[in-house]
C-alpha cells in the first residue's frame, strides 16, 4: 500500500487581511501628526468649525511666522538641544561603565545595589522635586544648563543602566577573555569588543534618555524660570494663557518640536532592526 506525503500547512491569516490590517494601524499611529501638521496651517476660524475641516481652503504660515519669529520658540528649541543632548550624553557615559561592572564582575552586595539602581527609576516625580530643588539652589545650579543637566542625568540613568546591562550579557565573554590573553586590557575590551558589539543596545539607550530629556515638563517647569533656560514643552504652555488657546501656534510649535524625534529615529532605524535581528538569531 502505497503512502501519499501530504505537505503540512500551518494555520495564518490571509495575506489580504494582514495587509489591511497593517495600513490600519499605521493611518491609528499616523494620524495625529497628520491632524497636527494640518492643523498648524489652518486659520482660526477653521480651528474651531464644527464639523471639522479635514483640508484647509488657503493654507496659511502665519502660524509658523508666529512661533518662529514672534515669540521665544527659537531659544527654547536651543536650551532643549543643548540640555538634552548633554543629559544624554552624561547618562550614556555613566551607564556604559555601571552596566558593565554589572555586567561582567561578581562582587559583594551585587544584587542590592542593582535594586538601588532600579528603585531611583521607581520613584515618583512628586516625591523628588523638592530635594531636588534644594540640591540644586544649594549648588546654585537653579536656572542653569547644568542643573536640568543633572536632573535628566538621574532621571534617565537608572534605566539606562539596566538596559545596557542587560544587553552586555547578551555579548559572549570569550571574546573579551581572548582578547585579555592577547594582552588587552579591561578598558582595552570594553572600548574594542564589547561597545562596538553592543550599537543597538547603545542607540536605544540615547534614543530613550534623548527623548525623555526632550519632552520632560515638571522638572523644567520648576527648576527654569528664567527664559534663557526654558524649554519647549515650557513654550508650548505659553501658548495658553487663563481665557485663550492659540491653537494653531501651539499645533506649528509642536511640529516643531516634534522634527528632532522624527530625524532621530529615522537616523537610527538600521540599528534598532539590527537588534532586533541579532536578538532573534542569537543562541
Same mark, same amino acid.
Given at each position: 500500500m502505497s503512502?501519499?506525503?501530504q505537505t503540512l500547512k500551518r494555520p495564518g491569516l490571509p495575506t489580504w487581511l494582514v495587509i489591511v490590517g497593517s495600513v490600519l494601524l499605521v493611518f491609528v499611529c499616523l494620524f495625529p501628526f497628520w491632524w497636527m501638521v494640518l492643523s498648524s496651517i489652518k486659520t482660526l476660524r477653521e480651528l474651531y468649525t464644527v464639523p471639522p475641516i479635514w483640508w484647509p481652503g488657503v493654507p496659511t504660515w502665519d502660524n509658523y511666522r508666529k512661533v518662529l519669529f514672534e515669540s521665544n520658540i527659537p531659544r527654547y528649541f536651543l536650551n532643549s538641544v543643548v540640555i538634552s543632548l548633554g543629559s544624554t550624553g552624561l547618562a550614556l557615559i555613566l551607564a556604559i561603565f555601571a552596566s558593565y561592572g554589572f555586567a561582567r564582575f561578581n562582587f559583594k552586595g551585587k544584587p542590592l545595589l542593582q535594586s538601588l539602581v532600579l528603585v531611583g527609576?521607581?520613584?515618583p516625580t512628586a516625591a523628588i522635586i523638592v530635594p531636588l530643588?534644594?540640591? =540644586?539652589?544649594? =549648588? %546654585?545650579l537653579?536656572?542653569?544648563? !547644568? %542643573?536640568?543637566?543633572?536632573?535628566?542625568?538621574?532621571?534617565?540613568? *537608572?534605566?539606562?543602566?539596566?538596559?545596557?546591562?542587560?544587553? &552586555?550579557?547578551? $555579548? *559572549?565573554?570569550? =571574546?573579551?577573555?581572548?582578547?585579555? $590573553?592577547?594582552?588587552?586590557?579591561?578598558?582595552?575590551?570594553? &572600548?574594542? $569588543?564589547?561597545? *562596538?558589539l553592543s550599537l543597538p543596545g547603545l542607540a536605544s539607550v540615547m534614543?530613550?534618555?534623548?527623548?525623555?530629556? !526632550?519632552? +520632560? &515638563?515638571?522638572?523644567?517647569?520648576?527648576?527654569?524660570?528664567d527664559s534663557t533656560v526654558k524649554t519647549l514643552p515650557i513654550g508650548l504652555a +505659553? &501658548? /495658553?494663557? +487663563?481665557?485663550?488657546?492659540? !491653537? %494653531?501656534?501651539?499645533?506649528?510649535?509642536?511640529?516643531?518640536?516634534?522634527? *528632532?524625534?522624527?530625524?532621530?529615529?529615522? /537616523?537610527?532605524?538600521?540599528?534598532?532592526? %539590527?537588534g532586533l535581528t541579532a536578538g532573534a538569531t542569537k543562541g
Open positions: 503512502s501519499k506525503t527609576q521607581l520613584l530643588f534644594i540640591t =540644586l539652589r544649594v =549648588l %546654585g537653579v536656572n542653569t544648563y !547644568w %542643573g536640568l543637566i543633572l536632573v535628566y542625568m538621574i532621571i534617565t540613568l *537608572p534605566l539606562s543602566v539596566w538596559m545596557l546591562t542587560s544587553y &552586555f550579557k547578551n $555579548i *559572549p565573554v570569550e =571574546l573579551e577573555e581572548a582578547a585579555i $590573553i592577547d594582552g588587552a586590557s579591561r578598558l582595552g575590551c570594553l &572600548f574594542r $569588543i564589547t561597545l *562596538p534614543v530613550y534618555a534623548f527623548v525623555t530629556t !526632550w519632552n +520632560e &515638563f515638571i522638572f523644567a517647569l520648576c527648576f527654569a524660570t +505659553e &501658548f /495658553s494663557t +487663563e481665557f485663550n488657546t492659540d !491653537w %494653531g501656534a501651539v499645533m506649528a510649535a509642536s511640529v516643531v518640536m516634534t522634527l *528632532p524625534i522624527a530625524v532621530l529615529f529615522l /537616523s537610527l532605524q538600521r540599528l534598532f532592526v %539590527g
